[in-house]
């Protein structure tokens, strides 16, 4: 699968109100399908109050009006299907927002739902019942004076946590599952699948041994107990039971303390099929860091799963700055793609990064993300990756003709699709040319992966896939690189580099594919 993502707010708004919505991504199409990708992920679009801007869901079965409605939804699956792709639902089911009626009645212990959500007593000083803190700052009970208790939220306050310990809340998030794929989604990407469950215990989190680099008290913790909890493998193969009755594809994804480990959890044969950390969404760009990440993916994720690689998303400063290291952008930008579709397993592409588009500035009056506001300047937000996507050079990058309810940055204007589309060397047809590359080529699309010894800051690795192989090196440092190459080597992808009769001279950013018979 290669799956490409589109967070609603920002890709084109079709009515002019300074937001994206489900029209827009319909219109927008053609686009998508020339990338030559899967599918599309699309971030949640359910009816919200917007504290999370859809993360936090008070109707799992409704579309909220700023995106449309399920008729724009409805028509654009069949325009997605007419094109080949299938359209993926953002499940967020660790948590709903406050204004959820499950939540309302939850609060006055109504309806059966009393224990709905992860509920406690205070200590008898009145305190909250265990050391738990929120991912966004402070701590992760909110008292409630309805109910005399506290409520555990993982992220805002607004966003109460399922008790999902209660058969019955499995039973009622499985049911919101079947009304999408009933509609024919091809299925979905679960957010946040580390903190799905918790301790049923409330036991204290242990402190962190080193947390001089945290942000703020979330990061002075191991968490161990509010999350990551063993109870979430059987409700994951109830999941993937209820997705197999339907043919659909499932994508988790895992943070928190030890992901990798937890991705390998949380897929298999009658788990999930594939997942994606953010192992590769930090500011190492280093040869040694790549290659410990898929070493480590090798030995977690087994056949029939597939790990999923990304290097960008909705939540991380975009790729094209974290490694850009003072190197060329463009240049850069391509290694980055390659090295995306060269890896084993399903791809996340993040909207504009077929683009190579940087992480936007987004000036402190105009922010939206609270969590940036919060932690201002130690800490930015999210708002950098998340601004609208630039479509031609027109006022807003043609994404409106409203305000748009993030700006648009000067450079991404410069960058967009209409521009890059006409020019043959751009980073977008690069893109399109490495995807259709993946494509033909059993052994990127299908094969298996082995690391190789490298000079320091090169990685390199061979794709195999009955008796094909490529060998693939990506030169991550800021200097020039040699490497010894099996004779007779051809290239069929490269950037900055010279092949040899047994030897190859990388250059900054350098990367190349090569076709050659290697021993087994």
């Given amino acids: 699968m290669i799956i490409y993502q589109v967070y609603p707010r920002s890709y084109f708004d079709a009515n002019n109100d300074g937001i994206g919505d489900l029209a827009g991504i319909e219109k927008k199409l053609d686009h998508i399908a020339s990338l030559g990708v899967d599918a599309i992920w699309i971030s949640p679009f359910f009816q919200s109050p917007m504290k999370d801007f859809g993360y936090d869901v008070s109707d799992y079965r409704a579309v909220d009006p ?47 739902r009393g224990d709905w959500y992860l509920w406690a007593d205070p200590k008898p000083d009145g305190s909250p019942p265990n050391n738990w803190v929120s991912v966004f700052g402070g701590p992760a009970w909110r008292w409630d004076a309805e109910r005399r208790q506290y409520y555990f939220h993982s992220f805002f306050s607004s966003q109460p946590d399922l008790n999902m310990h209660n058969p019955q809340v499995q039973d009622q998030v ?36 080193d947390s001089s680099n945290a942000l703020h008290p979330y990061g002075f913790q191991v968490h161990l107990y509010d999350q990551g909890r063993p109870e979430m493998l059987p409700f994951v193969e109830r999941i993937r039971a209820l997705l197999d009755r339907y043919g659909a594809y499932s994508l988790a994804e895992v943070g928190g303390h030890d992901p990798i480990k937890l991705m390998g959890d949380y897929t298999g044969a009658k788990r999930l099929h594939s997942a994606y950390s ?14 410990r990440v898929i070493s480590t993916l090798e030995e977690a994720i087994k056949a029939p799963a597939t790990p999923c690689y990304a290097l960008s998303n909705h939540d991380k400063a975009r790729v094209a700055t974290r490694w850009q290291k003072g190197r060329d952008r463009d240049r850069t930008v391509r290694q980055n793609l390659a090295l995306l579709f060269a890896m084993k397993g399903d791809i996340c592409m993040y909207q504009g990064e077929e683009l190579g588009l940087p992480e936007a500035e987004v000036p402190f009056e105009r922010l939206q993300d609270p969590f940036g506001i919060t932690f201002w300047p130690k800490f930015k937000g999210r708002d950098g990756c998340r601004t609208p996507m630039p479509w031609n050079s027109r006022p807003h990058g043609g994404f409106t003709t409203a305000e748009p309810w993030l700006p648009v940055d000067s450079l991404h204007r410069e960058l967009n699709v209409e521009t890059q589309d006409a020019r043959p060397g751009s980073v977008l047809n690069f ?11 059993p052994e990127l699309a299908r094969g298996g992966i082995r690391l190789l010894d490298a000079p320091e800051g090169v990685l390199a690795f061979v794709r195999e896939y009955e008796g094909k192989r490529l060998l ?39 990367f190349c594919f090569l076709e050659h018979a290697l021993p087994a």
């Fill in 66 to 112: 700023i995106f449309g409605n399920m008729q724009d939804f409805d028509r654009l699956l069949e325009s997605a299907r007419r094109r080949g792709l299938g359209v993926m639902v953002d499940m967020v089911i660790s948590h709903t927002s406050d204004q959820h009626a499950w939540f309302k009645d939850s609060r006055a212990r109504e309806n059966g």
């Fill in 174 to 209: 499985l049911a919101e599952m079947k009304f999408w794929l009933e509609k024919g989604v091809a299925g979905f990407r679960f957010d946040a699948c580390n903190h799905i469950f918790q301790d049923p215990l409330l036991r204290n989190n242990p402190p962190r041994d």
């Fill in 278 to 291: 953010f192992a590769l969404m930090t500011p190492d760009s280093s040869a040694a860091h790549a290659r």
């Fill in 431 to 441: 893109a399109r040319q490495v995807i259709a590359l993946r494509k033909e080529r």
């Fill in 472 to 510: 693939c090196l990506f030169n991550m440092e800021t200097a020039p690189r040699e490497m010894a190459i099996p004779r007779g080597a051809r290239a069929i992808l490269e950037q900055d580099t010279a092949v040899g009769d047994g030897n190859v001279s990388l250059g900054v950013s350098g």
